[in-house]
Each structure stands twice: as structure tokens, then as C-alpha cells.
């Protein structure tokens, strides 16, 4: 059984530039989850894909975007950036299942906004 | 609206030390809560959970109780390890479409051997 594995790992980008991150969940989950981590926070819901449906999302403008694919892997986009989207970028793959909630997340990829 | 508090940090402990991080929440009908662990470098690993009032969830030494009249969620130790060396972040998820997850600030914990 293999893990989330997200990628890049490190990234840098310049101010109004775009940015795709990607996530692989673990296998057999159905639902992928983003956050962004800034430094020394906690990590803020971005948006949840459930079936390659957005299935919520959080307090992010549009330029926050993202895509699930038939094989539960997972796209965020995020354009025209900004300095204060430098962050970790977290991706948590789980399995709609009830009330269980239980999320597996990846390593993460620090992005850097110049 | 939801949200979670925990005491900051940072907390410095000496091996076999007793450890309790407070956390508290506010939420809109049953939430499950969770306590998660960021080692250095590292993503998010899921340390327990409990799912209802009064649940205690345990792994690897770390305890915490669901308490539904307080708002709170204590994770505790009762005697810490170097490698215990990291930030533990508490969590509430509630449904929302699929579910939505909120996370406290994070709090670090260093151990001294």
C-alpha cells in the first residue's frame, strides 16, 4: 500500500506567475483534501474533491483551483500569485466512509513566492 | 463557526516529564477531533481521535478525551521522550459536503534529554 505522495517538493515562483501542485492519494481513497500551511500556523482547508466533484471549499479566492482525476489523483492550481501565498501546500487523500474523517497526508511542497 | 484553540508554545520538557497541551474548540453540532503530529520536514501524521463525547483516543503513549460539556480535547503523556520532539496541531472536522477540517495553531514541543 503506498502513501500520498505529492510533488514537487520545494518550488519557486515569481509574483503574478502560475503554479500547478500535485498529489497521489493513497490507494483506494476516494476523497483528497488541500490545505495551506503557512509558517509557524496551522494548516487552512483550501477545497476537498470527492469523485472528481469539489466537495467544499474554504475561505480561498478563485485563483485557488483544483482537479480530481478518475484515478484519485489530484491537481491544485493556483494563479496570478502572490507573496502571501509562500506556504507549504498539503495534500490528505481519505475514504468517504461515515463520520470517520480520517485523513493520510503527503510531505508536502514548500512554495516560495519572490 | 468552528474553530480551535490550543496553548501556545513553545513547551520545553525534560525526558519523562508529564506533558498535557491544551486544546479547546467551538463548533456547530458533533464534531470528531483529532490530534495530529509535524515532525521536522515532515507532513501531517495522525496521532488519535475520538469520534464522540466521552471517546478516549490512545496511540503510542499520548491520551485524550473527548470532553463535550468543556470543549476540550487535553492530549496527554505521561512521560515524554526526545523523539516526542515536534508540533502537535488539534483538529475538529465536521461535516460540510464531504467534511471540512479545522486546525489549531500548533503548539512545539521540545524534550531535553
Known amino acids: 500500500e503506498t502513501g500520498v505522495t505529492q510533488s514537487p517538493t520545494h518550488l519557486i515562483k515569481t509574483r503574478g506567475q502560475q503554479v500547478t501542485l500535485r498529489c497521489s492519494s493513497q490507494?483506494?481513497?476516494?476523497?483528497v483534501s488541500w490545505y495551506q500551511q503557512a509558517l509557524g500556523q496551522g494548516p487552512q482547508f483550501i477545497f476537498q474533491?470527492?469523485?472528481?466533484?469539489?466537495?467544499g471549499r474554504g475561505n480561498f479566492p478563485p485563483r485557488f483551483s483544483g482537479l480530481q482525476f478518475p484515478n484519485y489523483s489530484s491537481e491544485l492550481n493556483v494563479n496570478a500569485l502572490e507573496l502571501d501565498d509562500s506556504a507549504l501546500y498539503l495534500c490528505?487523500?481519505?475514504?468517504?466512509?461515515?463520520?470517520?474523517?480520517?485523513?493520510?497526508f503527503g510531505p508536502g511542497t514548500r512554495l516560495t513566492v519572490t | 463557526g468552528n474553530s480551535v484553540t490550543q496553548m501556545e508554545g513553545p513547551v520545553t520538557l525534560s525526558e519523562e516529564a508529564f506533558l498535557t497541551i491544551n486544546c479547546t474548540y467551538t463548533?456547530?453540532?458533533?464534531?470528531?477531533l483529532f490530534w495530529y503530529v509535524q515532525y521536522p520536514g515532515e507532513g501531517l501524521q495522525l496521532l488519535l481521535k475520538?469520534?464522540?463525547?466521552?471517546d478516549k483516543g490512545s496511540n503510542k503513549g499520548f491520551e485524550a478525551t473527548y470532553r463535550k460539556e468543556t470543549t476540550s480535547f487535553h492530549l496527554e503523556k505521561g512521560s515524554v521522550q526526545v523523539s516526542d520532539s515536534a508540533v502537535y496541531f488539534c483538529?475538529?472536522?465536521?461535516?460540510?459536503?464531504?467534511?471540512?477540517?479545522?486546525f489549531g495553531a500548533g503548539t512545539r514541543l521540545f524534550v531535553k534529554a
Open positions: 474533491y470527492y469523485r472528481e466533484e469539489e466537495n
Open positions: 483538529a475538529l472536522s465536521v461535516p460540510a459536503g464531504g467534511f471540512k477540517t479545522i
Open positions: 475520538a469520534t464522540k463525547a466521552d
Open positions: 490528505a487523500s481519505s475514504l468517504a466512509q461515515g463520520r470517520t474523517y480520517e485523513q493520510y
Open positions: 463548533a456547530t453540532g458533533y464534531p470528531s
Open positions: 490507494s483506494g481513497h476516494n476523497t
